[in-house]
Structures are given as C-alpha cells and as structure tokens.
C-alpha cells in the first residue's frame, strides 16, 4: 500500500514558540492532504484540507491563523502550529489520497505534540 | 446528518471469540465505508472496506456487514486474538473525489490471552 511518513513523530517545545509537522507521501502524488487533530481515547478531528498548490480549507472552529497549512508540492504538506501554548498538545495525524482508485485515505504515523 | 455513530465504546473478548462493532449513518449520499485499526501512539491503518452496492465483504478473519436499507454497517473479527487489541474506527465518505471522513468514535477492543 502507498506510505505516507510524518515527521517528527514526537516533538516538545516550549510555549509560545511555534512547531512545524510534515506529511510527506513517498510513492504516491497527493492531490490532496488532510490534518486531524486527535485526544486521548478520542477520535479523530478533522482539523483542514489542503489541495497541492492552493489555500488549505479549515473546519468550523480551527483557527487558520494558529494552525498554519501548506502544500507546496504533491508529495509535502506541512502544519505550522504557531504560538503554542499547553492546550495544542496533542496528537496530529495528516492523511493523503492520490485522488483516483478507491477513495482510500493513506494516514501517517501521527506526530505527538507537547507544549511545556 | 453527517455524523457516524459507533458502538459500543469498549469491548473485551476472549481470544478466540467473535468480536462485533456496529456503526450507523445518516446521510444516504455516503458511498465508501473503511474500517481502521488504530494502536496506541500511531495512525490509523486500513481494515477493510465496502461500497454500498454490496452487503458483505470479507478479508481473512475481518467481514463487513452492509445493510443499506437500515443504514448501518458492522465489522465483524473472527478468531480475535490478543494482537487485535486495538481501537477502531469505522468512517463513511461522500462521492469520490472529496474523500472528507467522517469517522465514528471508536471502539477499543481488547482481547483477552
């Protein structure tokens, strides 16, 4: 099946400090990245969609300005958390479709985010 | 009408035994409903999956359940083992070319040795 990789898998940094997450698909071009947000024994949030080469589509309630979104090619999207503070920790997974066959999402591996 | 509702939240089997997750949907215009397998600290995988114009599908110890007119789906572990502890999603999908999940809430299995 296709790979999509995300890194890093966990990260810690201190509050107000901004922290970058990539997705990367690695045997696939995807026209289109998803970013979930998820919470202990939770399910998944859908956080935004971004499309290769256009502004990312936030959902209700995400706050474009702190979860900065860009993809610039069709193998990377990345997720800028931005001012972190201790209520972003969280786990963050990004998702990537080719666009054709099936209508499978392909997940990454998810990032652990903790704001000290 | 786009929510996916799961259940039950946990579930513990005895290995060996059938494990059975029911999810039910609203939205008629969903047309692809994968299951995901989840392990603690990493991201969901692929199951198993099926398309509304079938009522089951099955791959090795994993069927899916399909019934249209009720709306609901299933997934359905035979044989469960100790390594299927796990929580699982399922998630429905509009039309192709959106690909926006709309997933369940989850139900943690876990099996017991």
């Known amino acids: 099946g296709a790979v999509v990789s995300q890194h890093p898998s966990w990260v810690i940094c201190k509050s107000g400090t901004s922290v970058k997450i990539e997705c990367r698909s690695l045997?696939?071009?995807?026209?289109?990245m998803f970013w979930y947000r998820q919470f202990p024994k939770q399910s998944l949030m859908l956080m935004a969609t971004s499309n290769e080469g256009s502004k990312a589509t936030y959902e209700q309630g995400v706050e474009k300005d702190k979860f900065l979104i860009n993809h610039a090619s069709l193998t990377l999207s990345t997720l800028t958390v931005t001012s972190a503070h201790p209520e972003d920790s969280s786990f963050y997974i990004c998702?990537?479709?080719?666009?054709?066959?099936?209508?499978?999402?392909?997940f990454g591996e998810g990032s652990r985010l903790t704001v000290l | 009408q786009q929510q996916v509702k799961q259940s039950p939240q946990s579930l513990i089997v005895q290995k060996g035994g059938i494990s059975i997750i029911n999810c039910a949907y609203e939205?008629?215009?969903?047309?692809?409903f994968p299951w995901y397998q989840q392990f603690p600290g990493k991201g969901p995988a692929l199951l198993i999956a099926?398309?509304?114009?079938?009522s089951e599908k099955k791959e090795g110890r994993f069927t899916i359940s399909f019934n249209k007119s009720a709306k609901q789906f299933s997934l359905h572990i035979m044989d469960s083992q100790p390594g299927d502890s796990a929580t699982y999603f399922c998630a429905a999908t509009l039309p192709r070319g959106t690909y926006k999940y709309i997933f369940g809430t989850g139900t943690r299995l876990k099996v017991l040795a």
């Open positions: 099926i398309r509304p114009d079938v």
């Open positions: 998702s990537a479709s080719s666009g054709i066959g099936t209508g499978e999402l392909f």
């Open positions: 045997d696939f071009q995807a026209t289109t």
């Open positions: 939205n008629t215009a969903f047309d692809y």
